[in-house]
């Protein structure tokens, strides 16, 4: 892999992460954001971990994959469970690893 | 009262040891995924300074980790640079929501803080704020120690790179998706969120089956949060 090409998107990711961090800190000492862009922003979060998620739970080449070798499908119903349950980060991604490492080594 | 006293022996404590003790829960979160992110990275051929550089620099855990993914599958720089604007434009509302808590701060100090606000970094402080802990020095320490921990734990996972041929049977490939889930349950709140979530996920699966593959999760993440903000102002009218 070219190493150049690698330092040159590790420095736009840098900045494309930096300044929706640290613009609202510095922007809003004494005004806040209009009150329709504060609730779109509210849902941004959910949005793009749901869409980052759910493909690579449900699918497999761009299609569905209920099967029982769908280990990340299976393992996300107790992870779920655990996240929703404890709040637990280390818990959630600990537990997680775990049943997919079981789940390859009994079925895969 | 009570709180008065907590805030004076908070204050008593030193600096250093209150951000070690804030730090713990989020290295613990840290460990894991930056260990995963440093095998993967030495897996698609990254080379040690990139890996902990890209640590350093960004800061990003789910950035990171599909950063990776898309060098693996040879996508363009300009589409992960994108991924990763979209991915990490959620910091801004933790950001925004962390700032009436600054304003005594000089603009550095906020712009150091500002670059180490994560997830798991905004989780602690929005606690400690709301409990008066508004330390600057405890703050900023805090950060540093977590966002250490992260360089050290990528770092560590690139040297046991060479040692692993294989992480599929370690399930390190699935530190990614387990920290999506755990994030997605601390952010969903109501019913709205849950629908927001399902109609989202099923708009990125659209996506992708109509070969919108790079653009998929910034695309669905427009749609979806554009369709939660319109279901809530309709539903407050």
Redesign the interface.
Known sequence: ?D?K??????????L???I???????????R??PE?L??????????????????????KD??FDFSQENV?LW??IP??LL??RT????G??????????AG??FFG | MTTDVMEKRTAQSSPLVAAFKHAS?II??Y???GA?FGVLAHK????M??TV??SL????G??QL??VAM?AAGMP??S???T??????????M??S???N??SWK?WE??I???E?TD?SFAVHSARFSNGDTSKSVSILTNMIAHASWCVASWVGFMTGAAIPDI?????????????????????KNGL?VF???F??????VL??AGADQW??IL??LI??????GV??WMKK
């Open positions: 892999m190493e090409i690698v330092l040159l998107t590790i420095v736009g990711m840098t494309v992460t930096y929706p961090r640290v613009a609202p800190v510095l922007a809003l000492a004494s806040s954001l329709p504060i609730r779109w922003l509210s849902f941004v979060p959910t949005a793009v971990l749901s869409a980052m998620l759910f493909p690579s739970l449900l699918l761009a299609s990340f393992a996300a992870a779920f996240a929703w709040k637990s980060f280390f959630t991604v600990a537990l997680g690893m775990g049943l997919v490492a390859r080594y | 829960p613990m979160g460990v894991p995924v995963a698609t051929g990254l080379s300074l990139s550089l890209m620099m960004v800061f990003a789910s950035a599909i950063a060098f720089p300009l992960i640079i994108a990763t604007f979209v991915v990490n434009l959620r910091h801004l509302l950001s925004a962390l700032a009436p600054l304003r603009k906020m712009a803080f500002g670059y606000i798991e599929k049977p370690l399930g390190l490939d699935y530190a990614l998706p387990a920290m999506f889930i755990a994030l997605l349950s601390m952010q969903v969120h927001v979530a399902g989202t996920g099923m708009t990125a699966i992708i089956q998929s999760v669905a993440t979806g949060a554009t369709f939660g903000a809530e102002s």
